[in-house]
């Protein structure tokens, strides 16, 4: 099976709750550019990624504009707002796509240093697969909890079971599209993630998981800048 067009989605939109601070933690300086746009650059340079569209928090229009109008990005074809969640936000950007028959790369702009070769061995895996996501297994015993002031152990998992997933996340655009509508119509609001909502909607699709590269941190806390420096310097050898 082979498609048309690839393209990337990328998540700027979010508030940084959990990472405190007055600036969205997308929007944070590493080495003078900021982290989403470090992640917008390995799509850009994939020769497998034709188009890029990128959501943006609305207190950060400006940049978006101002990015657009540079030119810097010659596959980036226009942005939009983000929503309440990140759910919301990537229906938003699936609806800047009028195409149906390609595939959509929906990445973190939180997640600086995806490798090309991730970004490649993904699209290479939707030319006969649906629903493809980056992941990497738990290094550590995972244990399910009831949620209360201090969290009570319900279950330990098998951890050869468990995998941290990363992003991007490649769907057929039909499929994520259709996805995103069911859960739309239905009130459901409680995607973390795109491949969630497959499982949810689609009982008989497959979601296949990839090895990702350990390079591909989420930028989450304080602590993850610091080590997101330590990894340019390394990078860059």
């Known amino acids: 099976m082979s498609f048309l067009k690839v393209y990337a989605l990328i998540l700027a939109g979010g508030e940084g709750i959990r990472f405190g601070g007055d600036v969205p933690k997308q929007f944070l ?31 950060y229009k400006h940049l978006a504009e ?39 790369l929906i990445h973190d702009g939180v997640r600086p240093f995806v490798p090309l070769e991730d970004i490649n061995r ?3 895996e939707l030319k006969d697969k649906k629903a493809v996501v980056l992941a990497s297994p738990a290094k550590e015993t ?16 098998q951890r050869d079971k468990i995998f941290a997933l990363q992003t991007p996340q490649g769907f057929r655009l039909s499929l994520i599209k259709e ?46 800048v610091e080590i997101a420096r330590v990894l340019i310097s390394k990078l860059r050898k």
């Open 122 to 124: 993904l699209v290479e």
């Open 179 to 224: 996805a995103h509508v069911k859960a739309w119509n239905e009130g459901f609001k409680g995607a973390s993630d795109d491949c969630s909502l497959i499982l949810r909607y689609f009982k008989d699709e497959k979601v296949y998981l990839i090895s990702g590269s350990p390079y591909n941190i989420k930028i989450t806390y304080p602590l993850d």
């Open 66 to 104: 101002e990015i657009l109008k540079s030119g810097r990005y010659r596959k980036l074809r226009g942005f939009s707002i983000g929503g309440e969640t990140r759910q919301d936000s990537v229906r938003i950007g699936l609806g800047l796509i009028e195409d149906d028959e390609g595939v959509v």
């Open 142 to 157: 995972m244990a399910i909890a009831f949620s209360s002031l201090i969290p009570v152990v319900e279950s330990i998992p």
């Open 29 to 59: 300086d590493l080495n003078g550019r900021m982290v989403f746009e470090w992640a917008i650059d390995s799509f850009e340079v994939s020769d497998k990624v034709d188009e890029i569209f990128l959501i943006i928090n609305s207190k």
